[in-house]
């Protein structure tokens, strides 16, 4: 008898709850992240070159950026596979080239990535 009443009591607590969950209302809210499709700038191929002083790669030289991207910030971090470092450069109106000086200079390696990013204006 108490296994059955006991049996009772949590089927009914267990509907209120899934009850109370259903009446809840869902809508979009201001939270969460905002999602926003944007176009890109350009589309071409980059020259990226490493400027070096001795050994270290002080400053990256990017050239081929589309008057579309004018007026925006160009902004760039290297790896060398175990450092890195960024810097970004505004990139001139007519577009064109824009050397970004790093932050901290990093030893040049065999292998390294460079990765780009323009944002704005």
Do not use: F, K, W
Not at 86 to 112: D, K, N, R
């Amino acid at each position: 008898m108490r296994r059955l009443l006991l049996l009772v009591v949590i089927s009914v607590t267990s509907g209120l709850t899934v009850g109370a969950a259903a009446s809840l209302s869902v809508s979009s809210g201001d939270l969460g992240a905002a999602h926003q499709s944007v176009a890109r700038c350009g589309t071409a191929g980059l020259s990226v070159i490493q400027n070096l002083s001795g050994s270290n790669v002080i400053s990256v030289t990017v050239g081929g950026l589309p008057s579309t991207c004018g007026s925006s910030t160009l902004q760039l971090t290297v790896y060398n596979g175990s450092t890195t470092s960024s810097g970004s450069a505004a990139v001139p109106a007519a577009g064109g080239s824009v050397t970004v000086t790093l932050a901290t200079a990093i030893a040049a390696a065999v292998s390294e990535r460079t990765d780009l990013i323009v944002v704005g204006p």
